[in-house]
């Protein structure tokens, strides 16, 4: 939370012109960025980041206990919004140089917008007021403007958005829920989120319907989620992580939990099924969906992610969904 701030104030961000910059608080918490980006160094595209410096915050002094357990929207944005806000430092400092500055990494098997063409061809993304969601420090963000778009990055931890100032740039910021935008109706073209919000909320068609507000008719969606067939295995790299551990249908949330049962981060389960339903329940058209292959120049580990698991099942579920 900003010094001097206080919960309930709200900026005086211009929602029918996101044009400014600095960071803008608005009322609600919510929503969170975490993305687990693979550790690649064998191919960027974008300048690296070379803006560090030290860490100024502490990262988790306790070890939080692991479980499975109902969290709610308010629980959940809550554990969410602290985690980010202490971990932010840490975060950026060791995947800051595979995100760079101004790359548009969608998920760990590397797949970048410059290949992709989610969102369109870099050609037409020219002018288009486009909406992050989960910015983090806005690398995402910053390669969208050098495309001669107009993004706003939105994202829950206020210390994520100053690693984005930080870094630089002309991007405007804003602090706020992704299930309640401080935006008026049809104010963005398209809008995007890789690995930000959506694995994170506990009723994710609240910020499907927002988003759905937002965007103007024909605009496109587009977000990346953690595969939801890996919630069935072990979430490790090696030969341990093959075996089916967990039912698929199990939708019960992962809670990381401090010594008196308040959750510190939260993650929620949705099947594909459940994630269809939710577009489709928010009033947009799925139009693709994106299950990208482990491509054999990353040869990097990270996390649950890793060559050997990419070669056999998807790490990766992106949606493209269109407003009608």
């Known amino acids: 939370m900003r010094e001097g701030a206080h919960p309930g104030q709200t900026a005086a961000f211009p929602a029918q012109s996101p044009r400014d910059t600095g960071v803008y608080r608005t009322t609600p ?5 975490r993305r687990r980006i693979a550790g690649d160094t064998a191919r960027r595209v974008g300048r690296k980041s070379t803006t560090r410096e030290p860490i100024i915050q502490e990262s988790e002094q306790f070890e939080p206990e692991a ?10 944005a809550r554990a969410n919004r602290g985690w980010w806000d202490r971990n932010a430092d840490e975060y950026q400092i060791e995947h800051g140089t595979f ?10 098997e590397g797949l970048d917008e410059v290949e992709a063409e989610l969102l369109g061809r870099p050609d037409d993304l020219k002018g288009k007021d486009i909406l992050e969601i989960g910015a983090g420090a806005a690398q995402c963000s910053r390669w969208l403007a050098g495309q001669g778009a107009r993004p706003v990055a939105l994202d829950l931890s206020h210390r994520q958005l100053q690693h984005a100032l930080r870094i630089g740039g002309s991007v405007p910021l804003v602090q706020a829920d992704a299930a309640v935008l401080p935006f008026r109706d049809a104010s963005f073209d ?14 994710p ?11 103007r008719p024909g605009g496109r969606f587009v977000f990346s989620v953690t595969h939801p067939i890996r919630w069935a295995f ?28 308040r959750a510190v981060y939260v993650e929620h389960h ?12 928010s009033g ?15 040869t990097s580990e990270w996390g649950g992610w890793s060559p050997l698991r990419g070669g056999l099942i998807p790490g990766t579920a992106i949606f493209v969904c269109q407003r009608g």
Not at 190 to 203: M, Q, R, T
Not at 205 to 215: P, Q
Not at 234 to 247: C, N, Q, T, W
């Open 270 to 281: 949705r099947t594909l099924g459940d994630r269809v339903r939710d577009i489709t329940a």
């Open 234 to 261: 072990p979430d490790e790299p090696g030969p341990e992580g093959l075996s089916v551990s967990a039912s698929y249908f199990d939708r019960t949330p992962y809670v990381e939990q401090d010594d008196e049962s």
């Open 205 to 215: 068609v609240l910020v499907l319907r927002e988003v759905h507000r937002v965007l």
């Open 190 to 203: 398209l809008a995007c989120s890789a690995y930000g919000a959506l694995p994170f909320v506990a009723d």
């Open 29 to 33: 918490p919510g929503h969170t960025g």
């Open 67 to 76: 479980t499975r357990r109902t969290a709610g929207v308010t629980e959940s």
């Open 99 to 108: 995100l760079g500055d101004d790359r548009f990494v969608w998920c760990p």
């Open 284 to 298: 947009f058209r799925l139009v693709d969906l994106v299950e990208p292959e482990w491509p054999a120049w990353n």
